[in-house]
């Protein structure tokens, strides 16, 4: 399995962006598809995750601001991020496992960096 990640950029305080990760090399649907992220000097984190019944999980730093989204049928994960902080800069990486004790997830995209400007 293949993740692809994109929909990085700069952006203002306040504004919005729209992360997508498609996964390639499988036929049938993932368990759980996810995202986390890293910043300079931090330990990669969780961010939120998205099951194959569409039942959603979020950081508690993300909660209300950020929305998790998938398409089963094209395996395609989105993040759509919204009043976005400093804080929220960092390089952002989707995860996915085809079951669900498949964990720690064993497949992940390259990342897509994130930077938002004050």
């Known amino acids: 399995v293949q993740l692809q990640a994109s929909g990085g950029g700069l952006v203002q305080v306040g504004g919005s962006l729209r992360l997508s990760c498609a996964a390639s090399?499988?036929?049938?649907?993932?368990?759980?598809m996810a995202w986390y992220r890293q910043s300079p000097g931090k330990e990669r984190e969780f961010v939120a995750r998205?099951?194959?019944?569409?039942?959603?999980t979020y950081s508690d730093s993300v909660k209300g601001r950020f929305t998790v989204a998938r398409n089963g049928a094209t395996n395609t994960v989105y993040l759509q991020m919204n009043s976005l902080k400093p804080e929220d800069t960092a390089v952002y990486f989707c995860?996915?496992?085809?079951?669900?004790?498949?964990?720690?997830?064993?497949?992940w995209g390259q990342g897509t960096l994130v930077t938002v400007s004050s």
């Open positions: 995860a996915a496992n085809r079951i669900l004790s498949d964990y720690p997830y064993p497949y």
């Open positions: 090399g499988t036929s049938s649907s993932l368990y759980y």
């Open positions: 998205v099951d194959r019944s569409r039942r959603t």
